[in-house]
């Protein structure tokens, strides 16, 4: 079964650091997301990337955030200037451009803000 | 603007117990629902979902679940647990028309199967 894939799977940092998280979508999906855990919080939705673009985001989402699909199969999430409440987990998901919107998600990763 | 609650944190069961776990939304419009649920060090995994149609849902490993739509419901069940169901469960909504296609999670429950 084809997978999201994301690395690292364990991402140490400094406060004020500039970290990039990875995700490999699923290869014919058309949707990306990057979602957040917070340790004992819900999941929460950060942003959706469709067609080279942000198609939604949260208020979460601030500058401090972006997100870039640099080639034909990585899609990054990128945090400048880290906080200590950016110590999450982070996943990435995908879905086909279908409108029964079934998501697919990677195994995360744990960003730790020192 | 949605939200889902679990009501039960932390269930814990033995081998062949029953389960049901309770998921309850709130959301203006029609809505699609999902169960994931996560094992230990690994990716969020579909269980099943309800699109529309027959409320009565199967999914993977025995789950089923059941929309009640007058009570804003979607709880999970299955017959009889093992130890592999030990796991995170999570409900989840997005909103079934429009371009909004965020998913919204509950805070999730701890399944714990005692062999």
């Known amino acids: 079964e084809p997978e999201v894939t994301q690395t690292p799977s364990h991402q140490v940092t400094q406060m004020g650091q500039e970290v990039i998280l990875r995700c490999v979508p699923i290869?014919?999906?058309?949707?990306f997301y990057w979602y957040r855990q917070i340790l004992g919080q819900k999941v929460e939705f950060l942003v959706s990337?469709?067609?080279?673009?942000?198609?939604?985001k949260s208020e979460i989402f601030d500058d401090q955030f972006s997100v870039e699909r640099p080639d034909g199969s990585n899609f990054t999430l990128k945090i400048r200037s880290t906080k200590l409440e950016d110590s999450a987990m982070y996943f990435c998901?995908?879905?086909?451009?279908?409108?029964?919107?079934?998501?697919?998600f990677g195994a995360g990763t744990r960003l730790s803000v020192l | 603007a949605q939200s889902v609650s679990q009501h039960n944190h932390h269930v814990i069961l033995s081998e062949a117990a029953s389960l049901e776990l309770g998921c309850n939304y709130s959301?203006?419009?029609?809505?699609?629902l999902f169960w994931y649920v996560q094992y230990p060090g690994q990716h969020l995994q579909l269980l099943l979902k309800?699109?529309?149609?027959?409320?009565l849902v199967k999914g993977i490993k025995g789950f089923e679940a059941e929309f009640i739509k007058s009570k804003f419901s979607f709880n999970l069940r299955k017959p009889s647990v093992q130890w592999s169901d030990t796991a995170e469960y999570f409900c989840?909504?997005?909103?079934?028309?429009?371009?909004?296609?965020?998913?919204?999670f509950g805070s999730g429950t701890q399944l714990t199967v005692l062999p």
């Open positions: 998901a995908s879905s086909e451009f279908s409108g029964r919107n079934i998501q697919y």
């Open positions: 290869s014919n999906h058309l949707y």
């Open positions: 990337f469709y067609n080279n673009e942000i198609s939604e």
């Open positions: 959301y203006g419009g029609t809505v699609n």
């Open positions: 309800y699109f529309s149609g027959d409320p």
């Open positions: 989840a909504v997005n909103a079934a028309s429009g371009s909004a296609r965020q998913l919204t």
